[in-house]
Antibody, heavy 122, light 113 residues
Framework: QVQLVESGGGVVQPGTSLRLSCTTS????????MYWVRQASGKGLEWVAV????????YYRDSVRGRFTISRDSSTNTLHLQMNSLRAEDTAVYYC???????????????WGQGTLVTVSS | DIVMTQSPVSLPVTPGEPASISCRSS???????????LDWYLQKPGHSPQLLIY???NRAPGVPDRFSGSGSGTDFTLRISRVEAEDVGVYYC??????????FGQGTKVEIK
């Protein structure tokens, strides 16, 4: 079955960096767009970034563009999110999510990881 | 950006009774290809969100048929025909017609009376 396992979260100070990873299995990684979606404590869901199935296209929400970089490694079926210049408002659980349909502009989020907590605090 | 607005914010329900949640978008979610890009997600307490409904009315694999979605344009509804205790959690609608960004509603918390 589809498995998405995030790692790399932790407590960091403002202005520093963190790299999240998502190890995937149970599906053909290279055929699906992948997202990062975050959720601050007690708040709703917020799309962060997406990368196309072939890595050709990436999009970011305005508040993270220029600070975050989404990437993927098809040799290891792993998704990454490099987060630089972190701010307190980036504090959230970050979910790795598979996009659907495969090989097309993704319009649904059909499988979610368990999330990894990022806390930005001095 | 398209704004998604859900109502109610909180919904107390009685097991065995029906329930419905409304979602409205600030612009039409009808794409030029004829599809309407509106999804519903459920986040059960302590769990990650899961896809319930895509393209307005298509149940995701494994979703019970007591869940149904309907609507068009800017007005959408998620219905639960007979609520069960396991249906508690926060329900989110999401639009994907005009992306990026993918935008979610603020959520509707369903709890047992």
């Amino acid at each position: 079955q589809v498995q998405l396992v995030e790692s790399g979260g932790g407590v960091v100070q403002p202005g520093t960096s963190l790299r999240l990873s998502c190890t995937t299995s149970g599906f053909t990684f290279s055929r699906y767009a992948m997202y990062w979606v975050r959720q601050a404590s007690g708040k709703g869901l917020e799309w962060v970034a997406v990368i196309w199935h072939d890595g050709s296209t990436t999009y970011y929400r305005d508040s993270v563009r220029g600070r975050f970089t989404i990437s993927r490694d098809s040799s290891t079926n792993t998704l990454h999110l490099q987060m630089n210049s972190l701010r307190a408002e980036d504090t959230a659980v970050y979910y790795c999510v598979r996009g659907f349909p495969e090989t097309q502009w993704p319009t649904s989020l059909d499988s979610w990881g368990q999330g990894t907590l990022v806390t930005v605090s001095s | 950006d398209i704004v998604m607005t859900q109502s109610p914010v909180s919904l107390p329900v009685t097991p065995g009774e029906p329930a419905s949640i409304s979602c409205r978008s600030s612009e039409s979610l009808l794409h030029g290809n004829g599809n309407t890009y509106l999804d519903w997600y459920l986040q059960k307490p302590g769990h990650s969100p899961q896809l319930l409904i895509y393209l307005v009315s298509n149940r995701a694999p494994g979703v019970p048929d007591r869940f149904s979605g309907s609507g068009s344009g800017t007005d959408f509804t998620l219905r639960i025909s007979r609520v069960e205790a396991e249906d508690v959690g926060v329900y989110y609608c999401m639009q994907a017609v005009q992306t990026p960004p993918w935008t979610f509603g603020q959520g509707t918390k369903v709890e047992i009376k």
